[in-house]
């Protein structure tokens, strides 16, 4: 509860393991997306209204970049719909997950391996479902992850209504921590 009130969000027990949302780890300053609606960008996704999530622009495909602060073990990820299911033929179905690669493009993901790949159904994204698990050894020491929406459900763009990281942080140390002897 303390979290809660310290403005972070709770913490969330699954399969035994106490994970967080690490929304507040988010580096929005190292965040874009490729191919996102003007009027629906990537940072709607993470303020908690589903109304207003991200969209693509000219077709259905939307590469979407999320950088953290630090290190962090992400155990599952939570894809939400846009605006509750109102527009289903824009849910996303196939997304592909690329873990520490920086300024992939559209012309560079049929060229790299994904860490890894979901196939969404409705279910899946609904506000009620759990978040897609994760191959957790993949995923940590995760300063970045990319995610290309390659299809959706024969939609001409696809939406997507909120997006939510759940894992914890990484222990490092901070070598600017320690004294210069001498």
């Given amino acids: 509860m303390q979290a809660a009130a310290a403005g972070q969000a709770p913490p969330v027990e699954q399969e035994g393991k106490v994970l967080t949302d690490l929304s507040d780890k988010i580096d929005k300053?190292?965040?874009?997306?490729?191919?996102e609606s003007?009027?629906?960008?990537?940072?709607?996704l993470f303020i908690g209204d589903t109304r207003?999530?991200?969209k693509s622009d000219a077709d259905e495909q939307l590469i979407i970049h999320v950088s953290f602060m630090e290190f962090v073990k992400v155990h599952s990820i939570k894809f939400?719909?846009?605006?509750r299911g109102?527009?289903?033929?824009n849910n996303p179905t196939v997304v592909k997950i690329f873990v520490n690669r920086y300024n992939l493009g559209f012309e560079d993901v049929d060229d790299v391996d994904p860490t890894q790949e979901f196939e969404l159904g409705a279910e899946d994204?609904?506000?009620s479902s759990d978040p897609c698990m994760l191959k957790f050894v993949k995923?940590?020491?995760v300063k970045s992850i990319t995610l290309f929406i390659e299809d959706n459900a024969g939609g001409d763009v696809s939406a997507l209504g909120g997006l939510k990281f759940l894992g914890k942080t990484v222990s490092t140390t901070n070598m600017?921590?320690?004294?210069?002897q001498g």
């Fill in 29 to 35: 300053t190292g965040c874009y997306a490729r191919n």
């Fill in 38 to 44: 003007s009027q629906y960008p990537m940072t709607n």
């Fill in 52 to 54: 207003i999530g991200c």
């Fill in 80 to 83: 939400t719909e846009f605006n």
């Fill in 86 to 89: 109102a527009e289903p033929e």
């Fill in 125 to 127: 994204l609904r506000e």
């Fill in 139 to 141: 995923f940590q020491r």
């Fill in 176 to 180: 600017n921590d320690f004294k210069k």
